[in-house]
């Protein structure tokens, strides 16, 4: 199992390629682009993010 502070570095990794792809899809719609693809990787990084903070409370140490 991942330490506190790896789960933190995954964590902190994720968000950032989340915020990138919001921009991403941001400029697709301006532009009227097909997102559906960036929306659900989006929501695949939304469960990631969850499974991995569920995994941080859990972590002792």
Do not use: C, F, H
Request: charged share 35%; proline share 2%; net charge negative.
């Amino acid at each position: 199992m991942p330490s506190k502070k790896e789960l933190e570095q995954e964590i902190a990794q994720l968000k950032m390629d989340y915020i990138r792809i919001q921009g991403d899809l941001d400029k697709m719609e301006s532009v009227g682009g097909n997102v559906s693809s960036l929306e659900k990787t989006l929501e695949r990084m939304e469960q990631q993010l969850s499974t991995l903070r569920e995994k941080l409370a859990n972590a002792t140490e």
